[in-house]
């Protein structure tokens, strides 16, 4: 077991849930047709939640499998090879992803540097995410459940966030 970037998953994975419950626990609509879908139609909402699903999945495919970068192996080689790089990527991350939720509440509250930040917190968390990719492929011996799983969580931290929803709700906050 990777003990730092164990207790940093822990941690900051609770710091995600956390802020998630302060700001949508209040919400009277249901999760599919929450505000922040940004009045997207539910059969769009539906094919971005199957993402979400399959993301969570990738997740604990190059993190908490056996094999993972918990479990197993931390990464060899690459980009994420140095303990200190990878530690801090992912408390990177999980520090924007925590962000989110409070920076898009009030941005949609008419914040627009609230929604600069959201926005900026969606670019780095995809930045993070490609170096996920990035050095799950540069390994020394990559394996088969750390890329794949860093590729299903990639397809909603880079594309469904960090550039679909993010351009959407740019267009309807900061560039109003």
């Known amino acids: 077991m990777n003990i730092i970037p164990f207790i940093i998953t822990i941690l900051g994975g609770l710091l995600v849930l956390l802020s998630y419950y302060l700001v949508f626990s ?3 609509q249901g999760y599919i047709n929450s505000k ?4 997207q139609k539910q059969t769009i909402v539906t094919i971005l939640i199957c993402f979400q699903i399959l993301s ?3 997740f604990f495919l190059f993190m908490a499998s056996p094999n993972g970068w918990l479990f197993g192996d931390a990464p060899t080689g690459g980009v994420l090879g140095n303990k200190i790089v990878f530690s801090t990527v ?15 509440k009030k941005g949609l509250d ?11 917190s969606l670019v780095v968390s995809a930045i993070c995410a490609i170096l996920f990719i990035a ?5 020394e011996n990559p394996r088969w459940n750390v ?7 990639g397809i909603t931290i880079i594309l469904s966030d960090g550039i679909a929803w993010n351009a959407k ?8």
Do not use: D, N, P, Q
């Open 36 to 39: 922040y879908w940004l009045g």
């Open 90 to 104: 992912l408390t990177v991350f999980l520090l924007a992803s925590a962000s989110w939720a409070f920076l898009a």
């Open 169 to 176: 709700f740019l267009k309807s906050t900061v560039f109003k």
């Open 135 to 139: 050095g799950s492929v540069e390994e």
């Open 147 to 153: 890329v794949l799983g860093t590729i299903l969580f």
């Open 26 to 28: 209040g919400s009277k």
């Open 110 to 120: 008419g914040s627009r540097t609230s929604a600069a930040l959201c926005s900026l």
């Open 56 to 58: 969570v999945i990738g």
